[in-house]
Protein backbone atom coordinates (compact mmCIF):
# COMPACT_ATOMS: atom_id res chain seq x y z
CA UNK A 1 0.00 0.00 0.00
CA UNK A 2 1.79 2.88 -1.11
CA UNK A 3 -0.07 5.92 1.24
CA UNK A 4 0.80 4.89 4.30
CA UNK A 5 4.46 4.58 3.26
CA UNK A 6 4.67 7.41 1.44
CA UNK A 7 3.07 9.45 4.10
CA UNK A 8 5.52 7.94 7.20
CA UNK A 9 8.79 8.85 4.84
CA UNK A 10 7.21 12.33 4.06
CA UNK A 11 6.15 13.03 7.48
CA UNK A 12 9.27 12.03 8.76
CA UNK A 13 11.52 14.13 6.60
CA UNK A 14 9.12 17.15 6.22
CA UNK A 15 9.87 20.66 7.71
CA UNK A 16 6.91 22.97 7.97
CA UNK A 17 7.67 24.71 11.44
CA UNK A 18 9.34 27.79 11.86
CA UNK A 19 13.17 27.37 11.56
CA UNK A 20 13.42 30.51 14.49
CA UNK A 21 10.89 28.34 17.13
CA UNK A 22 14.05 26.25 18.39
CA UNK A 23 15.34 29.32 19.74
CA UNK A 24 12.00 31.33 20.40
CA UNK A 25 9.58 28.64 21.56
CA UNK A 26 10.20 25.06 22.81
CA UNK A 27 9.82 21.57 20.79
CA UNK A 28 7.13 19.66 18.74
CA UNK A 29 6.78 16.05 18.98
CA UNK A 30 4.84 14.39 16.36
CA UNK A 31 4.67 10.42 17.14
CA UNK A 32 3.39 7.83 14.90
CA UNK A 33 1.88 5.17 17.51
CA UNK A 34 -0.20 3.39 15.45
CA UNK A 35 0.24 1.82 11.87
CA UNK A 36 -2.58 -1.10 10.85
CA UNK A 37 -3.41 -2.13 7.46
CA UNK A 38 -4.69 -5.17 6.39
CA UNK A 39 -4.76 -9.15 7.48
CA UNK A 40 -3.31 -10.90 5.22
CA UNK A 41 0.59 -11.15 3.49
CA UNK A 42 -1.00 -11.37 0.26
CA UNK A 43 -3.48 -9.60 0.12
CA UNK A 44 -3.30 -5.61 -0.32
CA UNK A 45 -5.31 -3.37 1.95
CA UNK A 46 -8.01 -0.95 0.98
CA UNK A 47 -7.08 0.90 3.72
CA UNK A 48 -5.32 2.16 6.84
CA UNK A 49 -5.39 3.44 9.73
CA UNK A 50 -2.87 6.00 11.16
CA UNK A 51 -2.84 7.44 14.69
CA UNK A 52 -0.79 10.05 15.75
CA UNK A 53 0.08 11.80 19.08
CA UNK A 54 1.03 15.73 18.86
CA UNK A 55 2.40 17.19 21.88
CA UNK A 56 3.72 21.09 21.94
CA UNK A 57 4.17 23.62 24.79
CA UNK A 58 2.78 26.43 22.76
CA UNK A 59 -1.01 27.01 21.85
CA UNK A 60 -0.34 28.54 18.63
CA UNK A 61 2.19 26.20 17.66
CA UNK A 62 -0.26 23.55 17.77
CA UNK A 63 -2.40 24.92 15.30
CA UNK A 64 0.17 25.22 12.79
CA UNK A 65 1.55 21.64 13.38
CA UNK A 66 -1.93 20.17 12.92
CA UNK A 67 -2.71 21.94 10.18
CA UNK A 68 0.52 20.73 8.37
CA UNK A 69 -0.72 17.24 9.49
CA UNK A 70 -3.70 17.57 7.45
CA UNK A 71 -1.89 19.34 4.33
CA UNK A 72 0.14 16.51 3.88
CA UNK A 73 -2.44 13.60 4.16
CA UNK A 74 -4.50 15.35 1.75
CA UNK A 75 -1.47 16.02 -0.52
CA UNK A 76 -0.35 12.62 -0.24
CA UNK A 77 -3.63 11.44 -0.60
CA UNK A 78 -4.07 13.29 -3.77
CA UNK A 79 -0.48 12.53 -5.00
CA UNK A 80 -1.07 8.55 -5.12
CA UNK A 81 -4.50 8.82 -6.94
CA UNK A 82 -6.52 7.28 -4.31
CA UNK A 83 -10.69 7.26 -4.59
CA UNK A 84 -11.54 9.19 -1.89
CA UNK A 85 -9.90 11.77 0.37
CA UNK A 86 -9.19 10.44 4.18
CA UNK A 87 -10.91 10.67 7.05
CA UNK A 88 -9.00 12.95 9.79
CA UNK A 89 -10.33 12.42 13.19
CA UNK A 90 -9.32 14.16 16.45
CA UNK A 91 -9.47 11.80 19.46
CA UNK A 92 -8.24 12.87 22.99
CA UNK A 93 -7.60 16.48 23.32
CA UNK A 94 -6.29 18.23 25.92
CA UNK A 95 -5.76 21.95 27.08
CA UNK A 96 -1.79 23.00 27.85
CA UNK A 97 -0.91 21.97 31.23
CA UNK A 98 0.80 25.59 32.47
CA UNK A 99 1.71 25.11 35.99
CA UNK A 100 0.93 28.42 38.30
CA UNK A 101 4.03 29.80 39.10
CA UNK A 102 2.66 31.02 42.76
CA UNK A 103 1.46 27.76 43.35
CA UNK A 104 4.28 26.05 42.15
CA UNK A 105 6.48 27.96 44.63
CA UNK A 106 4.74 27.17 47.32
CA UNK A 107 4.33 23.61 46.75
CA UNK A 108 8.03 23.40 46.25
CA UNK A 109 8.57 24.68 49.56
CA UNK A 110 6.73 22.49 51.40
CA UNK A 111 8.04 19.34 49.77
CA UNK A 112 11.81 21.29 50.57
CA UNK A 113 10.77 21.62 54.07
CA UNK A 114 9.49 18.03 54.16
CA UNK A 115 11.89 15.80 52.29
CA UNK A 116 15.45 16.24 51.65
CA UNK A 117 16.37 19.53 49.92
CA UNK A 118 18.47 17.38 47.17
CA UNK A 119 14.81 15.70 46.52
CA UNK A 120 12.95 18.41 45.59
CA UNK A 121 14.19 19.86 41.79
CA UNK A 122 12.55 21.38 39.16
CA UNK A 123 12.21 19.49 35.75
CA UNK A 124 11.38 22.12 33.28
CA UNK A 125 9.10 21.64 30.87
CA UNK A 126 8.29 18.08 29.81
CA UNK A 127 6.81 16.58 26.37
CA UNK A 128 4.53 14.35 27.91
CA UNK A 129 0.93 13.43 26.63
CA UNK A 130 -1.38 14.31 29.89
CA UNK A 131 -4.81 15.27 30.73
CA UNK A 132 -3.63 17.33 34.04
CA UNK A 133 -4.62 20.30 31.76
CA UNK A 134 -8.57 19.76 31.89
CA UNK A 135 -8.31 20.90 35.12
CA UNK A 136 -6.33 23.66 36.23
CA UNK A 137 -5.54 25.57 32.73
CA UNK A 138 -9.64 24.48 31.43
CA UNK A 139 -11.01 26.06 34.79
CA UNK A 140 -8.74 28.90 35.12
CA UNK A 141 -7.57 28.19 38.74
CA UNK A 142 -4.03 27.55 39.94
CA UNK A 143 -2.30 24.11 39.17
CA UNK A 144 0.51 22.52 39.95
CA UNK A 145 1.56 18.86 38.48
CA UNK A 146 4.64 17.60 39.33
CA UNK A 147 6.65 14.10 38.97
CA UNK A 148 7.59 11.83 41.40
CA UNK A 149 10.91 9.52 40.38
CA UNK A 150 10.58 5.58 40.63
CA UNK A 151 13.84 4.30 39.44
CA UNK A 152 15.87 2.10 41.33
CA UNK A 153 18.76 4.75 42.88
CA UNK A 154 21.50 2.06 41.99
CA UNK A 155 20.55 2.07 38.33
CA UNK A 156 19.62 5.47 39.11
CA UNK A 157 23.04 6.03 40.32
CA UNK A 158 24.87 4.03 37.35
CA UNK A 159 22.85 5.22 34.68
CA UNK A 160 24.03 9.12 35.55
CA UNK A 161 27.73 8.27 36.11
CA UNK A 162 27.54 6.85 32.72
CA UNK A 163 25.80 9.60 31.10
CA UNK A 164 22.59 7.76 29.98
CA UNK A 165 19.83 9.06 32.22
CA UNK A 166 17.96 9.60 29.08
CA UNK A 167 18.01 5.75 28.13
CA UNK A 168 15.74 5.23 31.51
CA UNK A 169 12.65 3.87 30.68
CA UNK A 170 9.75 5.87 31.70
CA UNK A 171 6.31 6.23 31.47
CA UNK A 172 4.67 4.80 28.47
CA UNK A 173 7.23 2.73 27.87
CA UNK A 174 6.92 -1.04 27.79
CA UNK A 175 10.23 -1.05 30.16
CA UNK A 176 9.00 1.09 32.76
CA UNK A 177 8.60 -0.64 36.19
CA UNK A 178 9.19 1.66 38.84
CA UNK A 179 10.48 -0.10 42.08
CA UNK A 180 7.31 -0.20 44.34
CA UNK A 181 9.07 1.19 47.54
CA UNK A 182 9.58 3.90 48.38
CA UNK A 183 8.12 5.11 45.36
CA UNK A 184 4.65 4.51 46.29
CA UNK A 185 5.65 6.50 50.11
CA UNK A 186 6.70 8.79 49.02
CA UNK A 187 3.82 9.88 46.77
CA UNK A 188 1.04 10.00 49.35
CA UNK A 189 3.72 11.76 51.29
CA UNK A 190 3.87 14.52 48.52
CA UNK A 191 0.45 14.70 48.04
CA UNK A 192 -0.50 14.97 51.62
CA UNK A 193 2.37 17.37 52.08
CA UNK A 194 1.32 19.41 49.37
CA UNK A 195 -2.64 19.13 49.96
CA UNK A 196 -1.25 20.62 53.56
CA UNK A 197 0.44 23.49 52.14
CA UNK A 198 -2.70 24.55 51.17
CA UNK A 199 -5.06 23.99 53.84
CA UNK A 200 -2.78 25.49 56.55
CA UNK A 201 -1.94 22.84 58.79
CA UNK A 202 1.13 22.26 60.37
Known amino acids: MPLP???????SRSRTSNPTW??????????????????????????????LNVRTFDAGVRKHVLGAIERIVNAEAEAS?????????????????VNDETASNRIAAAFRAYFAPD????????PASEDFGCFG?????PSVFWFVGGNDPDVYAKAKAAGKLNELPVNHSPKFAPVLHPT???GIEALVVGTLAWLGAS
Open 5 to 11: SSFLQNA
Open 184 to 186: LET
Open 119 to 126: RVKHTGPA
Open 137 to 141: TAWQV
Open 81 to 97: GAPRKPEITPLDQYPLN
Open 22 to 51: SMTRPAVVVTIGVLRAGTKENVIPDDAIIK
